[in-house]
């Protein structure tokens, strides 16, 4: 959520400050109450996939942060899907809205401030039926969470809570969600849980507290946290972002192996392009709360087409290439607050052309399952339609 | 874990040691002593015999102050030890007598007004920080910094006027009513209960606000941390997450702050003791120090420090219990 505290650093006046504060309080209070009422009636929540084979379907998200300085969106307008026993990288630089996407997959958002104010993130029940998970009431999301869909955290070292032993919290997941099973069969599923993420002392770890483990030990309990239910989804947010590299092969294998075991998508965030390349089938890339395109891994790795993404792959340095100095995308992000109305990256891209000074980029279908947002590729692909933002006066 | 204690409850007795003895000595140079005023009292009085430094000396004698500070502190220690703690020069009867007389209204008054300050606050802090920015929020921290800066006597003062002036349902000060006497046993302790009303919610007005603002403040920490975020992804209950995995982790810095305030309950509430006229130990024990009574400042401070000292070690002991990160094996 750095897009959140990535604030105005210019002046705001005391009035404008007052005028902010006033219209966020509106608007995020008539946001709840519609999130409240939509709660009563399961029918407003219900909808049809638009392909059963996805787990989900991101359509035209569009989550805000309603700041004192002023409306952020964090995520605004994006498209993409998971299809099911696949993995989808989400790859990115911080604050492009990678985790904010998942957050609003999962309706963590530090609300009331965060919100999802347009869009539908459709989630596949797996019994035909699908849910909006944008005003799927906190009820339903509860059985849903750790359930259904499950997340992996990016630090593993405060992850899990200081006070309770390691058995009790991969068994508090399990008794959630399963309050049938007696205490002796969760525990026994713990264990096996725990045995499967690869914790060699399965029974002395169970009565170890998180302090007394290593990092990469407290990541495959979070893994085991995560997978206990057996979800059809698991979100895995910079999973291996605090772990070295030895450590960050073994998590990385340890998920891959547990996603074919148990028949669950992933969906990978990160910024590291190593990992997107090993694991993903799909990749997705992000910018300044867009994604810019879209594609199958071979695709986006081998053939790049926006200009970020080219300029992504250039400045990742390569074993056995010798460089003097790394390339990277000149200037950067626009503010969040103030996004301009033309395409986010013009102004650091190398490739402009005349086009550009108009609408941001519509989305343009270059292959079967490689999509780009750039006016380059107008001529050669089908004008799929533009992203739509909300707009926040109208609320 | 054992091991500890002991080496606590050890360093514990040698710091008790030093401190009495820092105590013993700033009482014996006070100046305008006990002894002093006596001295200067008889001598003046008319057709008197001795000088004033004659009455010094030989009163010197009598109180046993004339060993010089070393030998004084000493011979205090090894009469405390044998469990002679000497007569009150103020009182003039024994000073664990005077102790006793006191300290239980100062200890009934601490106690209820502990508890409910727990019961008040700590809910009261964990809804504001639930629903930060909420109206429930600024309302409750309006409330506790106005309780924060209301001095004792404006309180105190202003119970009086609204609940004995003008409602007429306790009495303005004392700790009996008109015809206690008359009272049977029960009816003599509501009697009394009734009249430590007011100083109890007194205490408690002017002690809520900060335990609110210290549980709201660790809260808000603890909400934001990640564990309970990973608690939310588990799909565990509001509720649950707030009352259980949030609170829990509340409670370290909570019982470290309230295990230290063990003293407190003890020590007597000066100002509002003396705005009730309750015969508390912390009245008793102001008048004994303008007065320069050494043994009963000496018993009352050696009592004060072995509490902070268990205060210190009980907050330590409980830290234990509840952050599982500090036991020791």
């Known amino acids: 959520m750095a897009e959140k505290n990535k604030k105005k650093s210019s002046y705001i006046s005391g009035k404008e400050s007052r005028k902010i504060t006033r219209f966020n309080r509106r608007v995020t209070k008539k946001l709840e109450k519609e999130r409240a009422d939509a709660g009563k009636d399961p029918a407003l929540y219900t909808v049809q996939m638009k392909d059963p084979n996805n787990v989900v379907e991101f359509d035209n998200v569009c989550t805000y942060f309603f700041t004192d300085v002023g409306t952020v969106k964090a995520v605004d307008g994006v498209n993409f899907n998971i299809p099911k026993h696949s993995t989808v990288g989400v790859v990115g630089e911080s604050g492009c809205g990678k985790s904010v996407t998942s957050l609003s997959l999962m309706q963590l958002l530090a609300r009331p401030s965060g919100q999802t104010v347009g869009g539908q993130i459709r989630f596949n029940m797996g019994d035909g039926t699908a849910i909006n998970i944008v005003n799927t009431p906190n009820a339903v999301m509860e059985t849903i969470r750790g359930n259904k869909i499950s997340m992996i955290f990016q630090e593993p070292m405060t992850s899990l809570n200081p006070v309770f032993r390691i058995g009790e919290q991969v068994d508090e997941v399990i008794k959630l969600h399963n309050p049938e099973m007696s205490d002796e069969d969760i525990k026994a599923r713990t264990l096996e849980m725990l045995e499967l993420v690869g914790i060699a002392n399965k029974e002395g770890v169970y009565n170890m507290y998180p302090h007394e483990l290593s990092g990469g030990m407290r990541q495959r309990i979070c893994i085991a946290i995560a997978l206990a239910c057996s979800p059809t989804l698991i979100i895995a947010d910079e999973p291996t972002t605090a772990l070295d590299v030895t450590i960050q092969a073994q998590i990385l294998d340890l998920l891959q192996n547990l996603k074919d075991k148990l028949n669950s998508s992933i969906m990978l965030i990160t910024h590291d392009l190593g990992v997107v390349a090993g694991m993903a089938d799909y990749v997705v890339v992000m910018y300044a709360g867009r994604v810019v395109e879209k594609g199958t891994a071979e695709e986006i790795f081998h053939h790049p087409m926006h200009p970020y993404t080219i300029g992504l792959m250039k400045s990742k340095p390569v074993v056995g290439k010798k460089v003097d100095k790394l390339y990277n995308i000149p200037g950067s992000v626009p503010n969040p607050v103030e996004m301009p109305d033309y395409c986010y990256f013009r102004d650091r891209c190398e490739m402009r052309c005349d086009k550009c000074s108009g609408l941001y980029p519509p989305e343009i279908r270059v292959s079967e399952t490689h999509i780009v947002s750039c006016y380059r590729y107008q001529d050669e692909g089908e004008t799929l339609g533009y992203p739509k933002s909300v707009n926040v006066e109208e609320l | ?329």
Not at chain 2, 110 to 115: L, R, T
Request: hydrophobic fraction near 50%; charged fraction near 15%; proline fraction near 3%.
């Open chain 2, 1 to 329: 874990m054992l091991k500890f204690t002991i080496k606590r409850v050890l360093y514990s007795i040698l710091i008790l040691f030093f401190v009495m003895f820092l105590i013993y000595i700033l009482m014996y140079n006070m100046p305008m002593g006990y002894i002093e005023t006596k001295a200067r009292e008889l001598a003046s009085r008319p057709g008197a015999t001795k000088s004033y430094a004659e009455w010094l000396a030989d009163l010197n004698a009598q109180y046993g102050m004339d060993k010089g500070v070393v030998l004084g502190y000493l011979t205090w220690l090894k009469n405390a030890f044998k469990g002679n703690w000497g007569d009150s020069w103020a009182w003039t009867i024994p000073v664990t007598e005077e102790f006793h007389n006191t300290v239980w209204y100062s200890f009934i008054l601490g106690f209820v007004s502990f508890i409910f300050e727990i019961i008040i606050a700590i809910p009261l802090g964990i809804t504001a920080a639930k629903k930060q920015y909420s109206f429930t929020d600024y309302f409750t921290t309006v409330i506790s910094m106005i309780c924060i800066s209301m001095p004792t006597f404006f309180i105190a003062t202003l119970l009086k006027y609204v609940f004995s002036v003008k409602l007429g349902w306790f009495d303005l000060s004392g700790m009996q009513g008109r015809n206690y006497m008359n009272l049977s046993d029960f009816g003599k302790f509501l009697d009394v209960a009734k009249h430590f009303v007011l100083p109890s919610i007194t205490i408690i007005i002017i002690s809520i606000g900060g335990l609110m603002r210290y549980t709201r403040t660790n809260m808000l920490e603890v909400l934001s941390a990640d564990y309970i975020r990973t608690a939310r992804a588990k799909g565990v209950p509001e509720k649950k997450v707030i009352n259980y995995h949030a609170f829990r982790n509340t409670l370290i810095p909570l019982v470290t702050m309230l295990g230290g305030s063990l003293p407190g309950l003890f020590s007597g509430a000066l100002i509002t003791e003396t705005l009730f006229s309750i015969r508390g130990i912390g009245y008793a024990s102001y008048t004994s120090m303008t007065q320069g009574d050494i043994p009963f400042i000496m018993f009352y401070l050696a009592f004060i420090s072995i509490l902070t000292l268990l205060g210190n070690l009980i907050s330590d002991l409980l830290y234990a219990v509840v952050d599982p990160r500090v036991r020791l094996s």
